[in-house]
């Protein structure tokens, strides 16, 4: 090997020590898409702007020092991300997506067909793929900005069209509809403005005809099995998320001595307990031993507020609010076991 190669590798192993990611290739050259879209639209949608979010998801995530979390990691708890690691990484993450599922019809693209399994599943959501497709194309419409629309694998393994703003998709805690997307239609007027100007529903024609149904039913098969579905499911339960978030604020400070934080959100953090007892547990966690922490943990937050409204002293709310952080654990722990 020539020193300077040598070299250079060495420099490059440096720089990206750490985990970081890359802009992955297109299946086809830039004007092969041209029936649909155009290549100089197809160019700068993927050589700048994805690459644009790829280089700023590594910088945010190397400035939160979430080297080590998965892409999918990364998106699971985007709530409790910084905005730039929640754009940049849906931004990777949706227009990695997007490219596999475009085939162009030129010669030897050879875009696979629907597989029988997700036909099934299509007719049995939608009643057929044409209500699928208009079910579509209105989510895509109906976007207001800029956003996506998506086909997704719901934890119940059925199949619903959705929509999100900005790079959100349905993997993240932010979204209404939870579950993993086969299927995404970028609705950024950067996709389309060159060919298309305003005409979005022109454009949303367009991609129908060059979706590869052979990956999207591949993506299918896959997303049923994939683990993360069923990790969506047990965390999609946004009572205990609010409950502590009010309990990270007001527990960490009085660990530190300030009890201004739990004096002035005691009964916000009761009302959450409440919310929370009454709410639906996810499905994989409902058992008994769960059910019967959240009443203790109601109770111990009744209690919480019972001493702050008598104005006790802080060695005893200290005491309490250690009571409550230990039960809201042990439900945590009773949930991920
Ligand atoms: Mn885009």
């Not at 998106?75 to 475009?102: D, K, Q």
């Not at 209690?303 to 008598?310: A, G, H, Q």
Request: aromatic letters at 10%.
């Amino acid at each position: 090997m020539k020193p300077f190669l040598s070299i250079f590798i060495l420099f490059i192993s440096f720089i990206s020590s750490g985990q970081s990611f890359t802009l992955p290739e297109l299946r086809f050259s830039y004007d092969a898409y041209e029936q649909g879209i155009d290549a100089k639209t197809m160019e700068i949608h993927h050589s700048k702007h994805h690459q644009g979010y790829v280089r700023k998801l590594n910088k945010a995530v190397s400035e939160s020092k979430l080297e080590n979390k998965s892409l999918e990691d990364l998106m699971m708890y985007a709530s409790y991300r910084t905005r730039s690691v929640r754009n940049n990484a849906g931004g990777h993450y949706n227009h990695t997506l997007f490219w596999e599922i475009l085939t162009p019809t030129i010669e030897n693209s050879s875009p696979g067909i629907i597989n029988n399994n997700l036909e099934r599943a299509i007719n049995k959501s939608f009643g057929s793929m044409e209500n699928l497709r208009k079910e579509l194309s209105n989510a895509a419409a109906k976007r207001f900005g800029s956003g996506w629309a998506w086909l997704v694998v719901t934890p119940n393994k059925e199949l619903v069209v959705s929509s999100s703003p900005n790079q959100d998709n349905p993997i993240m805690d932010v979204s209404d509809v939870r579950g993993i997307p086969i299927l995404g239609i970028d609705v950024w007027e950067h996709a389309y403005y060159l060919r298309y100007q305003n005409k979005r529903g022109d454009y949303l024609s367009a991609i129908w005809s060059l979706l590869d149904w052979g990956v999207v039913s591949k993506k299918y098969a896959a997303a049923l099995n994939n683990p993360l579905l069923v990790k969506i499911e047990k965390e999609n339960w946004p009572e205990i998320n609010a409950f502590h978030k009010v309990l990270a604020q007001t527990f960490h400070a009085a660990e530190k001595g300030d009890f201004k934080p739990i004096r002035a959100l005691s009964g916000s953090l009761y009302a959450k307990a409440i919310l929370l007892q009454d709410a639906d547990i996810p499905k994989p966690l409902m058992n008994p031993e769960v059910s019967l922490a959240l009443i203790r943990l109601e109770k111990k937050c009744f209690s919480l507020n019972k001493l702050i409204v008598k104005n006790a002293k802080d060695k005893s709310l200290m005491k309490m609010i250690s009571a409550v952080h230990d039960v809201f654990h042990e439900v945590q722990g009773l949930c991920h076991d």
